[in-house]
């Protein structure tokens, strides 16, 4: 009928259509799918870098911590010396060792004579040195010991060796000097002076000065030294020059020495 010939009609338009507009599929072959991006004008296409792992953070870490046991050791010892530090002072000030007594015992002088162009002699100056702590030992160095008359420094003398002393112990020192020329010159400048010990000297009594300067290193067990510098004045020592004229000794029994830091 002619309903089925139109049927049949566009049966086969059908198929000659997709034969001409489709393409065709090569079974032999695999497919594979093609994509095309399209990206808009103007844009610069940026190829995308590969996933980085945080590697700073890890390393950072050990670094860190690192530092924080160092300033924590730092912290440490700093804090440990200020407390022996502390510990120390409070001991030295718990004992408070007293300073050594210095006392004159005699004094001899041989060959001496005085003019106004000329001054001679030998002093010898025989010295006591106590250590009047019980629990602190002493040391004497750095020890120099000079002969004056009124305000003129007469003769000199350095101790080489440092003087050692036990705990509540005493030392006896000879210290054997000189006259220096720098002390003529001194006395001839001023003639009121030369003149008076001139005088003294007649009279048959000289009053001399002797002055010292000593480093006191204090030792006491395990704690460590403590030091100190002291000034020390022995004055109005009387010299008699009788019945030689030329030779005198200290008159009396000796002398005690003021001490001062």
Known sequence: SAFLILTLHIILIHFL???CLLPKIDNTKSFE???VLALPTGLVY????????????TTRVPNS???GIIRRLTWTFVLLFLLLTVIISIAWNVMDPHKPR???STIS???FSVSNSELKGVFEVELNITNPNKKVEITVDQFSVWVSYSTVGLSEAILLQPIYLKKTGDKGVKIKFSLKNSSITKLAHNKVLCNDLVKDWNKGVVNFDVNMMARV???AGILPSREKFLDIYCGNLDVGF???KNTGKLLGVGKDCHAEI
């Open 17 to 19: 259509l997709q034969d």
């Open 33 to 35: 799918p093609t994509f």
């Open 46 to 57: 940026m190829e995308p870098q590969p996933l980085q792992t945080n590697t700073n953070a």
């Open 217 to 219: 290193v204090y030792e």
């Open 242 to 244: 009788i019945p030689i």
């Open 65 to 67: 911590s690192a530092l």
């Open 109 to 111: 002088v041989s060959n």
């Open 102 to 104: 210095f006392r004159v």
